[in-house]
């Protein structure tokens, strides 16, 4: 993250306030990190390769079926289309509020969230007043999609059309339904923070990013009963898990801060499918032949850069990633 962008983040969310005390810190970790998840098997050897940057805080990032990426920018609100990896990022729009995550609905328009500034994020439970905004592609148009939800930091598209939605400062987790049914209380995690859905959309995945971080499983007919699924060690306690996704096979994958580490969900437990990225804000597949294509892993971070990661990758999928980030 640029210097100039630093001051800012006291008017954002609480995810900036907790990035910027742990920079130093995960620069001081990254030559040795002691506590650690531990390595996943059979992990590319390869080193992770920068492949483009947004000028930004790069918050959430997603792959439409034509292979261009889109990003969305915490400080401006902008939301960017990257076309191919080394290509420069346009602006797709101005400042929207689109600092939440993005998803690619089927007809290849976009879903955005709004709200992931500490205001919304604080009392987006009492007060759920944010958008999630629906943006073309190509033109940058923008319209609302829905209204009534609670600071919007991650969002998830289920196969069925329905809309899950994040609120990091506080504890509910928001649901729009193909008709327009908005309910910013669907389910409750306390500190929710990337979210995806389950390839049959029955169940929903929700990372809680602090105090105690831990991946849970929603049951789409029963959003009462969360089940706190996989924890992280006590070691990565202050880990900071962000944005989250899924690989060809339905496992999440779990982007984090502090721990430089990109978790996948392994047999009840969390390994890690690459190290020494740290500040780490969303990861998400790529899609078709071109640009940023099938099979391909991705991430973003605070820093606005982009990176190729091998050591995720999965040579010959055909991928139905639905995020969180951002993907949060």
């Not at 437990?269 to 991705?298: E, P, R, W």
């Amino acid at each position: 993250m640029r210097s100039t962008n630093m001051p800012r983040t006291a008017v954002r969310g609480p995810r900036a306030l907790l990035a910027v005390a742990l920079a130093a810190a995960a620069a001081l970790l990254s030559p040795a990190p002691a506590h650690a998840a531990p390595a996943c098997e059979a992990t590319a050897a390869a080193p992770p390769v920068q492949v483009a940057q947004v000028p930004d805080w790069a918050e959430s990032i997603i792959v439409d079926k034509r292979g261009r990426m889109f990003a969305t920018a915490y400080f401006t609100g902008r939301v960017y289309r990257i076309d191919a990896p080394g290509s420069t990022p346009v602006a797709l729009t101005g400042n929207i509020g689109a600092n939440g995550g993005i998803v690619v609905r089927d007809d290849g328009q976009l879903l955005v969230g709004t709200g992931n500034d500490l205001g919304h994020s604080l009392t987006g439970d009492l007060f759920p007043v944010s958008k999630l905004l629906l943006v073309d592609p190509d033109s940058g148009k923008v319209s609302t999609y829905a209204s009534g939800l609670g600071g919007i930091d991650g969002v998830a598209l289920a196969p069925d059309g329905t809309v899950y939605t994040t609120t990091v400062g506080g504890r509910n987790i928001g649901r729009v339904t193909p008709n327009g049914r908005v309910d910013p209380a669907w389910a409750h995690v306390l500190m929710p923070n990337g979210i995806a859905v389950s390839p049959q959309g029955n169940e929903v995945y929700v990372i809680q990013t602090t105090p105690a971080p831990a991946l849970y499983r929603i049951p789409a007919d029963d959003p009462a009963h969360p089940e706190r699924w996989i924890p992280a060690g006590l070691s990565d306690t202050l880990g900071l898990p962000d944005g989250l996704t899924l690989d060809s096979r339905g496992r999440p994958l779990i982007a984090t801060h502090a721990a430089g580490q990109i978790w996948r969900a392994e047999q009840g437990t969390l390994c890690s499918v690459q190290s020494g990225l740290y500040l780490s804000t969303q990861i998400t597949y790529g899609h078709g032949d071109s640009g940023f294509s099938a099979g391909k892993l991705y991430r973003s971070g605070v820093d606005g850069k982009i990176y190729e990661v091998p050591a995720g990758a999965e040579p010959g999928a055909r991928q139905t990633d639905k995020v969180g980030a951002p993907r949060g």
